[in-house]
């Protein structure tokens, strides 16, 4: 009996969907038309001999002449490379630092007949093989093979398993060419079920989508199947936090390039297809019911967890949707929400939000999601004290300097603050600590590195607006603003204000973006004065004048160069739209 996962792509999944099924057969291999030769031994030593001194003119020369050449092996005492291929294998060295003459190989090839393209070498490797595994950036030579002889790509390495060619190219981290290469010519009828899940697990897993968006366009099954280690497609895909928005930082350029690009979605994958014929076909429903059953409840709340973990809100609402059950617990008896506000996962933490608008009209329901969040792990901590926290899935540390840190700390913690019922906020967990103590106590060193950041900057800052005033002062020429002591001022204000931890949520980064503001202006009114004071004294010498203002505008630009992405993030960061939307009114 054949093993499922066993079974061909097309047997295990029939589809209507038009795929390329290659062009007809390829021209016949070139006969040899010549007479029987006498000296033959002769002739195959010396052709040898050509190989092994890499003569490649006389070994062409030799071919166009003796056709029959080409599917000689030749062993040489030129250890791997000369295990028994032929000519074409010699051509291909199985070292990679080493080069290809693309033009020789392109002759060998177009010499040789196409059955001879199928010889293997002492290692079980067509020449095909040896280019894929050696040298896979050349595509256009395995084009060129598999357009004289498009069945190498069915030929197998003896000692590489039963993988085919497509997934061993799959797997190398510099194939991803070679790969789509071989895929576009690969019959779907020499792919088994695990092949197929394999190579969509291996573009989840190295970020190449092509192949993996292919193959479950035409089997959508195939995401619930088994690769070769015993995991399923999706839960790879569930593991790869860079293959969502949500887990990719992108900086503001790419993400206006992401937000123009139109992606036509997949079908959901737990749709039932129908075939052109307007009828669903009942062998992918059996299929797809067969290779459910190894999915227990637990394992499913395990793929919706390890979802969690990494931050990706889009598998959840998108792949998973109305299945996500929000009160699954993990083995710590945290529920959905209490793992977004651990990991920080602001997008997760928003389907609350979302939750609500979707189960408006069923107060039963809202009612339950409240329940949750008021639940307990099993150190009797509330979601409140689980943000309180700092714990190893915090993510928190890719974001730039103390101060921030502990303003976006503070910020979750009000947010989870205004929707948890008032009695949680005094709420005690097995360490008789309130949410607000675990917070004070989790964050204390990051309250003084905060502290000690503000005032190392607000104190250069202040040397800084110093020196503008003085210089000011003194100027001849003054223009508005450029002896305006508030920067001064406002950076005094920061040195001596009290510290408290509601402070580095509002009025501390408020201050300080009033103080950065004010001292790049007070700068660039006072680059505008010395300029102009420069060009008054020196007047008619250009020649010092323009370099003059020039080198004084470097450390000038430096400082601000530094500073400025600074006060953008803490503007942002302040009284920019936030982490928390309430404004989305779609969850599924």
């Not at 197929?196 to 968006?213: M, P, V």
């Not at 366009?217 to 928005?245: C, I, S, V, W």
Request: with cysteine.
């Amino acid at each position: 009996m054949v093993v499922p996962y066993e079974r061909s792509l097309v047997e295990a999944y029939p589809t209507r969907i038009d795929g390329n099924d290659g062009d007809a057969a390829m021209e016949e291999g070139l006969n040899a038309g010549h007479d029987e030769i006498s000296n033959a031994d002769d002739i195959n030593a010396t052709f040898i001999k050509y190989v092994k001194y890499k003569d490649w003119d006389n070994v062409i020369k030799l071919l166009r002449e003796h056709r029959q050449l080409g599917r000689l092996a030749v062993y040489t005492d030129m250890g791997i490379e000369g295990k028994g291929g032929t000519a074409l294998h010699h051509a291909i060295s199985p070292f990679p630092h080493r080069t290809v003459n693309v033009r020789i190989v392109e002759q060998l090839v177009e010499l040789m007949a196409k059955e001879d393209l199928e010889r293997q070498d002492g290692f079980g490797q067509t020449a095909l093989v040896r280019l894929m595994l050696y040298h896979p950036e050349r595509v256009e030579l395995a084009k060129c093979m598999l357009e004289k002889n498009d069945k190498l790509v069915t030929i197998l390495c003896r000692y590489e398993g039963k993988a085919p060619l497509v997934v061993l190219a799959e797997m190398m981290e510099n194939a991803k060419g070679m790969a789509r290469c071989l895929y576009s010519v690969t019959p779907h009828e020499t792919l088994r079920v695990t092949d197929g899940a394999q190579l969509i697990s291996l573009g989840f897993q190295l970020n190449r989508f092509d192949i993996a968006w292919d193959l479950i366009q035409r089997y959508p099954q195939l995401a619930m199947a088994k690769d070769y280690n015993g995991n399923f497609p999706l839960e790879t895909l569930a593991k790869n936090r860079h293959g969502f928005l949500s887990g990719s930082r992108l900086n503001f350029w790419k993400k206006i390039i992401y937000n123009g690009i139109h992606i036509r979605p997949l079908p959901p994958i737990n749709d039932n297809r129908v075939n052109k014929s307007g009828q669903s076909d009942q062998r992918h429903l059996s299929n797809k019911n067969e290779n459910q059953k190894p999915l227990s409840d637990q394992k499913e709340n395990q793929r919706h967890f390890s979802c969690l973990e990494r931050g990706h809100a889009e598998f959840l609402t998108h792949f998973l949707g109305e299945a996500l059950d929000i009160q699954a617990t993990n083995d710590k008896r945290q529920n959905v929400f209490q793992i977004a506000a651990e990991c920080r996962y602001h997008k997760v933490y928003n389907l609350i939000y979302l939750l609500n608008e979707f189960l408006k009209e069923d107060p039963d329901k809202q009612k339950k999601i409240q329940k949750i969040l008021g639940s307990r792990d099993n150190f009797e901590n509330n979601i409140l004290h689980t943000v309180a926290k700092i714990t190893s899935l915090s993510q928190i540390y890719h974001i730039q300097g103390a101060a921030l840190q502990m303003q976006r700390e503070l910020q979750w913690f009000k947010e989870v603050e205004s929707i948890v019922d008032p009695k949680d906020c005094e709420s005690v967990n097995v360490d008789n600590r309130t949410p607000r103590q675990v917070f004070t106590d989790n964050h204390n060193d990051m309250g003084k590195e905060a502290e000690k950041s503000m005032k190392e900057t607000a104190t250069s800052c202040t040397v800084v607006g110093a020196l503008i005033v003085t210089i000011m002062f003194a100027a001849a020429i003054t223009v508005p603003g450029g002896n305006d002591g508030d920067t001064v001022i406002m950076f005094l204000g920061i040195l001596t204000s009290r510290y408290s931890e509601d402070d580095f949520r509002k009025s501390l980064p408020t201050k300080m973006i009033i103080g950065l503001f004010t001292l790049f202006l007070s700068i660039a009114t006072m680059m505008i004065v010395f300029s102009c004071a420069l060009y008054i004294m020196l007047k008619g010498k250009s020649s010092i004048v323009i370099p003059s203002i020039l080198l004084a505008s470097v450390p000038v630009t430096s400082f601000i160069w530094m500073q400025f992405p600074f006060l953008v993030e803490l503007v942002i960061s302040t009284f920019g739209p936030g982490l928390f939307d309430r404004n989305k009114k779609k969850l599924f």
